[in-house]
């Protein structure tokens, strides 16, 4: 069994619209809990590896709520820190057909949101762990929690862990007085884990392909080759940069796949027809929680573990919620190329 796998960032209440309704139609929601970090953490520990969600909640019935949802998915609490009055909020309406999904964001004043520098111990966090992981997301949400991440990044490395993260650009939650620009080069640069998808390294870095056009539903892998390169020149430290790659047909029917650079070759993904999407929000962590397992447990196999990345993600468009509920042999059966969805008796 390998050593865990630490994440950080905020887990919110997802509130989302029923049978696609829209928000001024909806009298109720689903409720259920969701977040970039601890979307990654609920996955691994699918796939029976430890994993550490560490974040900062409210000492309340809700936060308590949070405590049993990562429990019972089997995700270390052990160093979940609580203070602050409230769990952020997001609010989700399912888009169909031409009609794109809709987030609209409740978190400010968060208890995540008021972290500090020292608030945590990270070299006790990090003790007996192989892997740290964070997301964009959380730099974005305040300085305290940048500064906190920050320190947890540097923290890691010290202690040899290996460190990734996702790119995860949210224009609207960039708004505590700087800019991803300004903020991520740095924390980016000690990661050996890079991963984007076809826009974030435009909207982060500035890095863009020479010739794609997202908007027409096409999104071809040799593109893309060029942001590996342009990713890699900016942080040589990077091990792997690795972009997920999604054609948006409709809100119904996306093209799914990814590409991976090691500073010397390139692996490309089988490309999945998603042709009825269940829910795709999550499909992104999936895909991190994917490769963290295949880059763990594959050893020396990376084009293995880019392909679990992809499968894993690909079924994760089949489930309601931010979490990927799907073990290791499922994902497996479908990298050998069994996607009928026969009745398993």
């Not at 928000?23 to 259920?32: D, E, V």
């Not at 990654?40 to 949802?69: H, W």
């Not at 089949?318 to 799907?326: E, K, Q, R, S």
């Amino acid at each position: 069994m390998a050593k865990k796998v630490v994440t950080f960032g905020e887990i919110m209440l997802r509130l989302a619209t029923p049978e696609h309704q829209r928000f001024s139609q909806a009298t109720s929601y689903y409720a259920s809990f969701g977040g970039g970090e601890a979307n990654v953490a609920v996955s691994l520990a699918n796939y029976g590896l430890q994993a550490d969600f560490v974040t900062r909640l409210p000492e309340n019935d809700i936060g308590r709520s949070v405590i049993m949802e990562l429990k019972k998915h089997s995700v270390s609490i052990a160093n979940i820190i609580f203070g602050g009055d409230r769990l952020g909020i997001y609010f989700l309406e399912t888009g169909s057909v031409s009609r794109p999904s809709k987030v609209i964001y409740d978190r400010s004043n968060s208890s995540v949101t008021e972290i500090k520098p020292g608030m945590i111990d990270w070299n006790k966090v990090f003790s007996d762990a192989s892997w740290f992981h964070w997301t964009g997301i959380t730099p974005a949400i305040s300085k305290g929690a940048a500064d906190t991440c920050l320190e947890a990044i540097k923290a890691a490395k010290k202690q040899g862990l290996m460190v990734s993260c996702d790119l995860n650009f949210r224009k609207n939650l960039w708004k505590w007085g700087t800019t991803a620009k300004e903020v991520m080069p740095e924390m980016v640069s000690y990661c050996d884990v890079i991963l984007g998808n076809e826009e974030d390294s435009e909207k982060v870095f500035g890095i863009k392909p020479d010739k794609t056009d997202v908007s027409a539903g096409k999104v071809e892998s040799d593109e893309f080759e060029s942001v590996c390169l342009k990713l890699k020149q900016m942080f040589p430290a990077a091990k792997k940069i690795i972009i997920t790659l999604r054609g948006s047909i409709s809100a119904d029917h996306n093209t799914w796949s990814g590409i991976m650079y090691d500073g010397k070759r390139f692996f490309k993904a089988p490309v999945y027809q998603i042709t009825h999407i269940i829910d795709r929000v999550g499909g992104g962590d999936s895909f991190m929680g994917g490769l963290i397992f295949g880059l763990l447990n594959y050893t020396g196999d990376d084009q293995k573990a880019l392909n679990f990345a992809v499968a894993a993600s690909c079924l994760k468009h089949t489930i309601h919620g931010d979490f990927n509920l799907v073990s290791v042999a499922e994902v497996e059966q479908l990298m050998k190329g069994d996607s009928s969805g026969r009745v398993i008796r």
